[in-house]
C-alpha cells in the first residue's frame, strides 16, 4: 500500500480562534448595540437622531477597533476588572469572606 492513498483534508490553522463580528468580539458588539439602542430610546424623535444615533455607534466602534487591535482577548474586561481591584493587597490581614467548611453540612 502506497502513501498517495491516503485521504487528506484541509484544516483552519488555527482551532481556537474567537469569532469576531467586524473585528470585534461579541461583547464589544453588545455594547454597540446597547448603545445605539438607548440614544435611540433618548434621540428617536428629535432632529439630532442621525448625528448622535449612528454618530455615536460611529465613533465608539472607531474607538473600540483601534483601541484593541494588537490586544489579547477580553482585553476590555480584563481592563476594568484591574481598574477596579484593589491596588494594595496585604498578605498579613484576616480574610473577611473565609467560612470553615463543617462536615456535616451545617454552618
Given amino acids: 500500500m502506497s502513501d498517495a492513498n ?3 483534508s ?12 467586524l473585528g470585534l468580539e461579541l461583547s464589544d458588539v453588545l455594547i454597540l448595540l446597547l448603545n445605539l439602542s438607548v ?3 433618548i434621540f428617536g424623535s428629535t432632529t439630532m437622531k442621525i448625528p448622535m444615533v ?4 460611529l465613533g465608539l466602534f472607531l ?3 483601534f483601541f484593541k487591535k494588537g490586544k489579547p482577548d477580553q482585553f476590555l474586561q480584563h481592563y476594568f476588572e484591574h481598574l477596579i481591584s484593589p491596588t494594595v493587597f ?3 490581614s484576616q480574610d473577611l469572606h473565609y ?7 451545617e454552618l
Avoid at 484541509?10 to 463580528?21: A, G, Q, Y
Avoid at 467560612?99 to 453540612?105: I, Q, S, V
Fill in 39 to 41: 440614544q435611540n430610546l
Fill in 90 to 92: 496585604s498578605a498579613n
Fill in 54 to 57: 449612528f454618530g455615536t455607534s
Fill in 10 to 21: 484541509s484544516v483552519p490553522r488555527t482551532l481556537e480562534t474567537k469569532n469576531k463580528i
Fill in 99 to 105: 467560612r470553615k467548611f463543617n462536615k456535616g453540612g
Fill in 63 to 65: 474607538i473600540l477597533f
Fill in 6 to 8: 491516503i485521504l487528506t
